[in-house]
């Protein structure tokens, strides 16, 4: 039987800026990982002792010191292991986003992230300087090469590896989540284990960060490209690989030294479950992190809403849940049962609050100014102001985080009211087209957990939507039907098509160009709005960056 090479994935859920405390969970796991697994070697993600991304952080004065004393704390700590982090090194004034490897009271070799990526939510040319050189260290008779994160997307990196006799890859990551991103590394790093013709070991970070959510998926791939070890996503833990080692007395460079066996392969999920799971652990994350006692929401009797709620009581337990009901004279009786119903099927706390008394002492105040003037939005808008000044009076009386309940097809368009349902601390379904929102109301009803339980009314999912704002109001009056208006998003969005781009697609030009134009008019809404979890390659907020103010014509 070919000796083994045990090297455990770390893979973690840290906190940014917690240089203290995830130094702790990287002794901690460092322990476990010798006691539990007698392993050889334990791999933490990409930046393990700030976590991902610092942002500006990374700009403090203190950091280098903060750093140097979380090293020393390891070092000192003397554990008969290897131990693989990522941190960031300032070297002579210019920080490099490194990879470093430990043992005992010893520092063996560091690496510099070569690949800086500076596109969709990554700013690393920001704060980094780019390394230049592999780094390749044996152990226990094996070359083991390092890369971090970007590293693996770019050919020169793992070529480099190879060159320098590497005959195995360890790869850290900080890689978020959006939706099939699993299925792109996998045939990335197929890819890269066949060119380089060495197994890889790729080690992921897992969390909510502000609106990134990290996946986890670490997962180790043989040298002939097929997955070998499949690590669950959207959970913290620690997974063993064995590697195999084949020839370790073998100078030969052409020899295969190693290679992982078939081991565990967690069940992959479907596209609709992985982005229920992410938005779940979004909002766990986001809550936890930032120490508030639960959430609140207002519960409409929508299907926005009533998704909203599954999610937070699915993140937080119910106990930590609260849901108002603000009716006012437009509020259907379908909605105040709904409301009801969904809330007693999920034993949250529940109130009914009219917002009637208060949406009249504003319009009494206002009487001079709204004078000889037509009934309008303006109207509408009070309504759902009014009950924005409820639950942000809850959120600050109890603790509470408010949580928003729109969805990307209304971010997009402008379909919300600034200061009344867009006020709050996270928008969960923010990067949720309403198409979406259908389909995960359904799974959550029919696939979620062991089996499926309704907790979203079915008169929900199958009335036509509605903001009840306006006496027989429907969003299809004013709005075109969503599986148009969620295409035609997504093609401008996230795809960056032009208008007669997307005309060429089969949409008629009136209905483009009033889409388009309300995208554009509403950027000055969207920057004001409440971050949520992303969940497409292309999400309002880090993602996607346009001028408030411009004059760009629409067109080709």
């Given at each position: ?523 000055y809404k969207r920057r004001q709005s409440p971050v949520g979890v992303r969940l497409t ?20």
């Amino acid at each position: 039987m070919a000796r083994q090479l045990r090297v455990v994935m770390a893979q973690l859920n840290l906190m940014v800026g917690d240089i203290e405390g995830n130094t702790s969970l990287v002794l901690k796991n460092a322990e476990r990982a010798i006691s539990e697994f007698d392993a050889d070697v334990i791999v933490f993600p990409e930046l393990t002792l700030t976590a991902y991304p610092p942002e500006d952080l990374l700009l403090r004065p203190s950091l280098k010191l903060r750093i140097d004393r979380a090293i020393d704390a390891i070092l000192q700590a003397d554990l008969p292991i290897h131990i693989v982090l990522g941190f960031p090194e300032s070297i002579d004034g210019k920080l490099f986003n490194a990879l470093t490897v430990l043992e005992g009271d010893s520092r063996l070799a560091t690496y510099h992230k070569q690949c800086l990526p500076n596109y969709q939510v990554f700013d690393e040319r920001r704060y980094f300087h780019a390394g230049d050189k592999p780094c390749v260290l044996q152990i226990a008779g094996i070359r083991l090469g390092f890369t971090i994160c970007e590293d693996m997307w770019e050919q020169d990196p793992f070529q480099q590896a190879r060159d320098a006799g590497a005959d195995l890859m360890i790869n850290i990551n900080a890689s978020p989540y959006h939706i099939h991103k699993l299925e792109q590394r996998q045939a990335l790093l197929k890819q890269r284990s066949i060119e380089g013709g060495f197994p890889i070991i790729y080690v992921n970070l897992v969390g909510g960060q502000d609106e990134l959510v990290f996946d986890g998926a670490s997962m180790a791939m043989s040298a002939s490209g097929e997955c070998h070890y499949l690590a669950p996503n959207f959970e913290a833990g620690l997974h063993l690989v064995n590697v195999d080692i084949l020839n370790s007395d073998s100078q030969e460079f052409a020899a295969k030294r190693c290679e992982i066996p078939r081991q565990s392969l967690a069940a992959q999920q479907s596209s609709i479950a992985s982005v229920y799971q992410a938005l779940v652990l979004g909002v766990r994350d986001y809550v936890n992190k930032n120490k508030f006692v639960g959430t609140v929401l207002g519960l409409s009797g929508g299907i926005d809403s009533a998704l909203t709620l599954a999610i937070a009581v699915d993140a937080l337990g119910r106990d930590r849940v609260q849901a108002v009901m603000m009716p006012f004279e437009y509020t259907s009786k379908l909605s105040l049962d709904s409301a009801a119903e969904q809330a007693q099927s999920l034993g949250v706390e529940y109130q009914v609050i009219p917002i009637s008394l208060i949406y009249a002492a504003f319009i009494e105040a206002l009487k001079l100014e709204f004078a000889g003037l037509p009934v309008d939005v303006s109207e509408q808008n009070i309504q759902a102001r009014c009950r924005g000044v409820i639950l942000m009076a809850i959120s600050n009386k109890k603790q509470l985080m408010v949580l928003t309940t729109g969805n990307k097809s209304e971010c997009a368009v402008g379909y919300s009211t600034l200061y009344g349902d867009m006020a709050g601390g996270f928008d969960v379904l923010k990067d949720v087209s309403k198409t979406l929102v259908y389909q995960l109301a359904t799974y959550r009803n029919t696939e979620y957990g062991s089996q499926g339980e309704a907790v979203i009314p079915q008169q929900v999912i199958d009335r036509p939507p509605s903001a009840e704002l306006a006496p027989d109001q429907f969003d299809q009056d004013s709005l075109p039907p969503y599986d148009d208006l969620d295409r035609i998003l997504e093609l401008y969005i996230e795809n960056d098509y032009s208008a007669d781009a997307i005309v060429a697609e089969g949409y008629a030009e009136e209905v483009v160009m009033k889409v388009l134009r309300l995208v554009d008019l509403n950027e000055y809404k969207r920057r004001q709005s409440p971050v949520g979890v992303r969940l497409t390659p292309r999400g309002f907020g880090r993602d996607r960056r346009y001028p408030i103010t411009n004059a760009w014509p629409l067109g080709e």
